[in-house]
């Protein structure tokens, strides 16, 4: 059951998504969905919190998609509809739950398209619903810069590239109708400008062979500066120069940027060798993993950003896991840091609280919903059996 809380301070970690930064962003991407007449897709593997989902049907954000059964499951279930559905790999003991929750199904490679698009055929004749194909494909051109997230990398798994497909460029088969790139990482339009020439010269011809192009995710429209204008007038110039493509886009993290925070607090101070370690009651492993993989450091409010200490005392955040690299560091603040301070980590919604975990069996996060007016909700508490459970 939901606890609603008066309180503007919490004394347990949590998550805190925001409805009114939310509502913000719903409206600015739903604008651009309806100027630039375009499909745009609900990614759950940037956000998945299902209790915020009213919010987004309430902007016309009804379709989404997914990676997973477990994530085309919660289409279905919270969202309403069929989703459309990527994987890397597909194997034949998820294929069947994915297509019956699926309205569209991409293929990573030829070998999973001539596996998996027999099966495809026969659950349309079985039961009588259409479920549209399509297949990724790798332009070659990205210009992500850290290496963990460019899916155009030499060698990247994940695409078929132009030379690769070969004579299908010539021999299309029918049920074939949609292709599919990705390789934008928190990126502008003009990167994706620059990518769409990349895809006409590479796969062009194909273009004319297929009823809808997904452009994928990576298109933080939602990030101050963005040039939505242009973002808008490079949609409507594509979609004239091929009419008869439906054009799709997965922002994944723009819905959820800068929407909420990770509210933390210190519980113990140690100094080693100089340097000053606040302990707090969240990990960067389990809860911030970003942090660690990218890595990413993320603004604390009231902070001097590591890259610019402004302030007189200087503290690493650690971790209370017992990784040892369980820390990132080091942030600057006005006035020095003691048992029981809430540390306030920004934007912590979009990708953080998809990827968390019980690593040492460390609780998570409270998952914490603050209305327009200020009143805050408790969606989820997590216990023991949530940690006992995973292991049943």
């Known amino acids: 059951m939901q606890r609603i809380m008066d309180t503007s301070r919490l004394a347990f970690p949590a998550y805190i998504l925001e409805e009114k930064r939310l509502r913000d962003n719903l409206q600015l ?42 994530e085309a499951l919660l289409a279905v279930r919270r969202m309403g509809r069929r989703c459309h559905t990527y994987s890397p790999a597909y194997t034949d003991r998820d294929f069947p739950s994915l297509l019956q929750c699926s309205e569209a199904v991409t293929f990573n490679s030829l070998s999973q398209l001539d596996h998996f698009l027999p099966q495809v055929r026969a659950y349309e004749r079985q039961h009588g619903r259409h479920v549209s194909c399509g297949l ?19 060698g990247s798994r994940l695409g078929v590239t132009r030379s690769e497909l070969g004579t299908l460029a010539e021999k299309w088969p029918d049920e074939l109708e949609g292709l599919h790139f990705h390789t934008l990482c928190e990126s502008d339009s003009y990167a994706l400008e620059k990518t769409l020439d990349a895809v006409e010269q590479h796969f062009g011809p194909c273009l004319s062979r ?9 298109h933080l429209m939602t990030r101050k500066g963005y040039d939505t204008k242009h973002l808008t007038a490079l ?19 723009a819905f959820t940027w800068q929407t909420g925070t990770l509210r933390a607090h210190v519980i113990d101070i140690v100094c080693r060798h100089g340097i000053q370690t606040a302990l707090l009651d969240v990990s960067f492993a389990c809860h911030m993993p970003d942090c660690l993989e990218m890595p990413y450091k993320p603004e604390i409010r009231g902070a001097s950003h590591p890259d610019r200490l402004c302030y007189p005392y200087v503290y690493r955040m650690g971790g209370n896991s017992c990784l040892a690299g369980d820390w990132i560091g080091d942030w600057s603040f006005p006035q020095p840091l003691k048992t029981g301070d809430e540390i306030i980590f920004e934007d912590m919604i979009h990708y953080t609280t998809v990827k968390t975990h019980m690593f040492n069996g460390v609780s998570h996060p409270a998952l914490v919903f603050e209305q327009e007016n200020g009143q805050r909700v408790i969606w989820r508490e997590y216990g023991y059996e949530d940690y006992e459970n995973r292991m049943d």
Not at 33 to 42: G, P, S
Not at 61 to 67: C, D, G, L, V, Y
Not at 210 to 218: A, I, Q, T
């Open 136 to 154: 990724r494909i790798n332009p070659e051109y990205s210009e992500v810069e850290t290496a963990l997230y460019n899916p155009c990398a030499p």
């Open 29 to 70: 991407i739903a604008s651009v969905r309806d100027q630039a007449e375009v499909k745009i897709l609900v990614a759950f593997k940037a956000f998945a919190m299902w209790k915020a989902f009213p919010w987004f049907r309430e902007y016309g954000f009804e379709q989404t998609t997914a990676s997973s059964v477990n």
């Open 235 to 253: 949609l409507q110039r594509f979609k004239t120069k091929y009419p008869h493509l439906q054009l799709i886009l997965e922002p994944g993290s």
């Open 210 to 218: 297929v009823r809808w192009l997904n452009m994928g995710g990576g």
